[in-house]
């Protein structure tokens, strides 16, 4: 993000507009909607004024901006029409110290002009930093279609009791969670549906038992799968939850373009874990996920993947069930499945394999120890989670205990993200082929005959790979026999 979203208060303000076009119409009129005095400067209006012209407010000075003429404003908005003209008064605007939006003209904002979406008092401002005002428009026109207008007026209706509940309930976590109830709740849908008296005797019944701030607060655990990378990937549940959360305990596999997505106020807690090297031991995490619901507080564990697939969310869902604590479980795309899909393999086929195996190449004590009978079988796909770091030695025990050494293998790392790279072999060259490629994880293994399927299924690509990264691997196609 380089801006840094904002809404400004221009409200019984002065406001200068340079330009007598359309573009300087829309800005002139915009200011004027958001309660500022509006002083154009320009020869002349075009017919884009007729309608704001004679406005409160509204000024038309017949000339070119001054510095004295800009003393006083809040803001200044430049659509002349010249490069010339544009460029003297963001001289002048930068002498008075005013910030200044250049219409088409990035390098000289100190600002710029989102796409909107109104409902007032609900306002949603779009922006592409001005690189591509187009896609915003387009971003827009969704939301327009999505967004019903009913929505400002809810939003008007529900303000109107911000006060009475500030008395009421003066806990702030309270006065979220009634709010959240009653945005959720049977009120916004009587107010929706056109019935604003019912939601009105509906939200005064709330507000007559809402008064007990006193009352301890119920805290719960959301156990939430943020799925392989991909924000994408993310269900609507989990985006709900994460929008409620008071605090969210995270660890490495989450990027950026997830944690995001957390409600801005919540506090952030990393528990980050790296094979063998657990800055945060998975007892501390669930001790701490229970101390801080008996805080009253709504806690994320927001795990990679899916929380029960080798997640640990078994664990703490045990000790948070002893302790009384109410949990909320949200599945997610499991890192398997969601590579597989973005690596263009499929884990089941009808003419490869009938079967798919998860195993784990991480063992809690640190040696592993597997079926091996039952992971070599023909006609099975196995996927491995968290062996990058055994790879050789995995592959060397599969070969040990009977399978045969050509059999098709893949890795996946960083799976569904933007610097996702897959790497093709064989059970006896895969350690090898990773080796070269330097892959760092997470990552995920897959054995079968699926993996040769890759070439023929168009793959989602990733996108390019940065400069610095080694190249995707790939071995020589060859024919494969099912293990013995």
């Given amino acids: 993000m380089e801006q840094l979203p904002v809404f400004f208060q221009i409200k019984g303000k002065s406001v200068a507009v340079a330009g007598g076009g ?40 017949q ?21 010339a003209a544009d460029r003297a008064v963001y001289g002048l605007a930068r002498q008075a110290g005013i910030p200044i939006n250049v219409a088409d003209s990035p390098d000289l904002c100190d600002f710029v002009m989102p796409s909107i ?13 001005g690189v591509s005002p187009v896609f915003a428009r387009m971003i ?26 500030s008395k009421s309930i003066g806990n702030t976590a309270l006065r979220r969670r009634f709010w959240e109830r009653v945005l959720e709740g049977p ?4 107010f929706l549906a056109g019935h604003e008296e019912e939601a009105r005797r509906e939200l005064e019944r709330a507000l007559a038992a809402a008064g007990d701030e006193t009352r301890p607060l119920l805290g719960e655990v959301y156990l939430v799968g943020a799925g392989p990378g991909d924000p994408d990937l993310l269900t609507f549940r989990a985006l709900r939850l994460m929008q409620r959360a008071d605090v969210v305990l995270y660890d490495r596999l989450l990027p950026h373009g997830i944690l995001n997505l957390v409600r801005r106020e919540a506090e952030h807690i990393y528990v980050g874990k790296l094979p063998d090297d657990h800055i945060v031991p998975q007892e501390a995490i669930t001790a701490q996920l229970v101390k801080l619901a008996k805080e009253g507080k709504r806690v994320l564990r927001l795990k990679g993947g899916d929380p029960f697939m080798f997640g640990r969310g078994g664990e703490e869902i045990e000790a948070l069930a002893e302790a009384g604590i109410p949990v909320q479980v949200v599945p997610g795309i499991t890192a398997a499945t969601g590579c597989a899909a973005y690596a263009g393999i499929p884990l ?25 009978n039952a992971l070599i079988q023909p006609r099975q796909t196995v996927a491995i989670f968290m062996g ?49 490629a330097r892959l760092h994880g997470p990552a995920i ?22 400069e610095n990264v080694p190249p995707v691997v790939n071995s020589p196609q060859l024919s494969f026999k099912s293990p013995v």
């Fill in 187 to 190: 009120v916004a849908d009587r």
């Fill in 348 to 372: 089941t086929h009808r003419d490869h394999a009938q079967a798919c195996v998860f195993v784990t190449g991480h063992a809690k004590t640190g040696k592993l120890s597997l079926a091996w």
């Fill in 140 to 165: 827009r026109a969704r939301l327009e279609s999505t967004i019903p207008a009913a929505y400002g007026r809810l939003v008007a209706f529900a303000g109107a009791y911000r006060e009475r509940l």
């Fill in 63 to 83: 000339d070119d901006p001054t510095l004295a003429g800009l003393q006083g404003c809040a803001l200044v908005f430049c659509a002349t029409g010249g490069a």
């Fill in 22 to 61: 359309t573009v300087a119409a829309r800005r002139a009129e915009l200011a004027l909607r958001a309660g500022a005095k509006v002083r154009v400067f320009a020869a002349a209006l075009s017919d884009d004024f007729r309608a704001i012209a004679g406005q409160d407010g509204f000024e038309h000075v």
């Fill in 117 to 129: 979406v109104d409902r007032d008092p609900l306002v949603i401002a779009i922006s592409t930093g």
């Fill in 388 to 436: 990058l770091g055994q790879l050789p030695s995995l592959m060397e025990e599969f070969i040990a205990h009977g399978a045969d050494p050509r059999m098709p293998a893949a890795i996946v790392d960083n799976g569904t993200r933007p610097n996702q790279r897959v790497v093709t072999g064989t059970i006896e060259s895969i350690a090898g082929l990773a080796d070269k």
């Fill in 445 to 466: 293994i897959i054995i079968g005959t699926v993996v040769t399927l890759r070439d023929k299924l168009c793959p989602l690509q990733p996108r390019e790979p940065d």
